[in-house]
């Protein structure tokens, strides 16, 4: 039995379909919104050890360390500072913590003594908020 020699014609390409303007516009702002929030972290003594972590759990913002403290960073960025504190719910908490597991796990520490969940959150025209230790891991 022969077989039939291999075709050398490129394979057509699927094309994906093109994100909704307003998911693109999402997107940005988000990415603008972490670019200040990491910015913000420097200018108080942190340093960034990185940003946009994705794992099967879930995804971190930012991570950032000082002296001794390591700290797992979301960033909301809203309308209002009301509107971003009530955008991180108890499911996206989960997550987090899930992901800073994860985080740990891959990245020994010996040096960190403590560790927390801080929430900054990034309104247009003021400053950053801070939010230190906004929620506990579960």
Same mark, same amino acid.
């Given at each position: 039995?022969?077989?039939?020699? *291999?075709?050398?014609?490129p394979?057509?390409?699927?094309?994906?379909?093109?994100?909704?303007?307003?998911r693109?516009?999402?997107?940005?702002?988000?990415i603008?919104?972490?670019?200040?929030a990491?910015a913000?972290?420097?200018?108080?003594?942190?340093?960034?050890?990185a940003r946009?972590? *994705?794992?099967?759990?879930g995804?971190?913002?930012?991570?950032?360390?000082?002296?001794?403290?390591l700290?797992?960073?979301e960033?909301?960025?809203?309308?209002?500072?009301?509107?971003?504190?009530?955008?991180?719910?108890p499911?996206?908490?989960?997550?987090?913590?899930?992901?800073?597991?994860?985080?740990?796990?891959?990245?020994?520490?010996?040096?960190?003594?403590?560790?927390r969940?801080?929430?900054?959150?990034?309104?247009?025209? *003021?400053l950053?908020?801070?939010i230190q230790?906004a929620?506990?891991?579960?």
């Amino acid at each position: 039995m022969t077989r039939a020699p *291999k075709s050398s014609a490129p394979k057509p390409k699927v094309l994906k379909p093109e994100p909704r303007p307003e998911r693109v516009a999402a997107f940005g702002l988000g990415i603008s919104a972490e670019s200040r929030a990491a910015a913000w972290l420097i200018a108080h003594g942190y340093r960034i050890l990185a940003r946009r972590f *994705k794992s099967q759990r879930g995804e971190i913002d930012i991570i950032a360390a000082r002296r001794y403290t390591l700290i797992f960073v979301e960033v909301k960025a809203r309308a209002t500072l009301d509107d971003a504190a009530y955008s991180v719910t108890p499911r996206q908490m989960q997550r987090i913590t899930g992901a800073a597991e994860i985080w740990l796990a891959a990245n020994p520490m010996p040096a960190i003594r403590d560790m927390r969940f801080d929430v900054i959150l990034v309104v247009p025209g *003021k400053l950053p908020r801070h939010i230190q230790s906004a929620f506990e891991a579960n």
